[in-house]
């Protein structure tokens, strides 16, 4: 079982005013994907690093299944870590650099050249298993890595922003193939990135990091639908969410002369100034005498299916930007004021104060 289990996990560089990681609590099922996400930092990368025995841990302790990892040095860890730089030897081929760690833990060159065959089949690299890593193209060399990893047949792969240095087409590509790699092979994988239309299309859960403290750990879906503070709100969703700042009023968010409904768990709850979230798809367009928020557009950027609208309101407690989107063939112009409403369910509330959800 390669459950993976953080019990308080702190981490503290020498000289810094407060922990980069003041003790993290996460558990990782067998098997899972799990991402850690979050603005530059928070924290991801020495979470992992502290996984993989490259930094230390001052207090608490990590366990793999039921084994105490905390003080083992990398190489007894039994986990495959996949870098951002790809960390190839320029002087060996594909075949080489795959099999390298086996040959350094004395696996006999049979076992060795099986292995490398069957990762270079998974991975699609069976024509460059010849060629050096210069021969290769940054997709590839990432691959390479991959399969690296892959040959050693560990209990875990820690990545840690691997595909940064990818363009973004062969961002979208490699993304695919990793995360269709890891339910293949079932290993528990740790993933470390910024980018959170990579966490959200990659990962079983995601952990979303702020200042080395976990702020939610959830599905995809269930950070997008259900964001417990205004950060896990304003972090994941591209484009991010609308956030209004509003007063509560009779059960209503009033922002300037605009009432926006809200759910009833929200309506019992606010007072004072609160934070009222919406999804730039949550808006539809309504008539000027239907009262909505007006909006003047800026910029619409057309995609084809869909498109963004961007422009802004003038209404006291709106930010500069206002985000809606729309189908490709609604016909909003550069220019031009539209309205726009949205029902309660799909209306967020937070304590601006506090950053809580106050939202069923």
């Not at 390298?100 to 699609?124: C, D, S, Y």
Request: hydrophobic share 40%; charged share 25%; proline share 5%.
């Amino acid at each position: 079982m390669a459950t993976i289990t953080f019990e308080k996990a702190q981490r503290w560089y020498p000289g810094a005013d407060v922990p980069a990681v003041p003790g993290i609590d996460l558990e990782i099922r067998d098997g899972e994907f799990m991402v850690l996400v979050g603005p530059s930092g928070c924290g991801k990368s020495t979470t992992l690093r502290m996984l993989a025995g490259l930094e230390e841990v001052n207090s608490g302790k990590i366990f793999i299944g039921d084994r105490d990892i905390t003080n083992l040095p990398p190489k007894d860890r039994d986990i495959a870590m996949v870098f951002q730089n790809y960390a190839l030897y320029p002087h060996m081929t594909v075949a080489e650099n795959m099999g390298f760690a086996l040959k350094m833990a004395k696996i006999p060159a049979a076992e060795r050249e099986k292995r490398v065959q069957e990762a270079a089949e998974i991975l699609g690299l069976v024509e460059f298993l010849d060629r050096k890593p210069k021969a290769l193209s940054g997709g590839q060399r990432q691959r390479v890595a991959m399969g690296r990893a892959i040959v050693r047949s560990p209990q875990v792969f820690c990545m840690d922003e691997p595909l940064s240095n990818l363009d973004a087409k062969m961002r979208v590509q490699t993304r695919t193939d990793i995360a269709k790699l890891q339910a293949d092979l079932g290993v528990t994988t740790v993933y470390v990135t910024h980018d959170q239309v990579e966490a959200m299309t990659m990962g079983d859960r995601v952990a979303v990091m702020k200042l080395g403290e976990l702020q939610q750990v959830d599905t995809p879906l269930g950070l997008y639908d259900r964001p417990v503070n205004l950060f896990v709100a304003g972090f994941i969703g591209s484009p991010q969410m609308n956030l209004l700042e509003a007063t509560a009023q009779e059960g209503q968010a009033k922002i300037g002369d605009y009432l926006v409904p809200v759910d009833e768990t929200a309506a019992k709850k606010m007072k004072g100034n609160i934070t009222v979230g919406v999804r730039p798809e949550a808006w539809r367009i309504v008539s000027e005498n239907e009262g909505g928020l007006p909006v003047r557009v800026t910029v619409v950027e057309e995609l084809g299916a869909d498109a963004f609208v961007y422009g802004s309101s003038g209404v006291a407690g709106t930010p500069n930007n206002i985000i809606v989107r729309v189908t490709g063939r609604d016909k909003v112009h550069k220019g031009e004021t539209i309205h726009v409403t949205t029902d309660p369910h799909h209306v967020h509330v937070f304590d601006t104060a506090t950053g809580e959800r106050l939202s069923d």
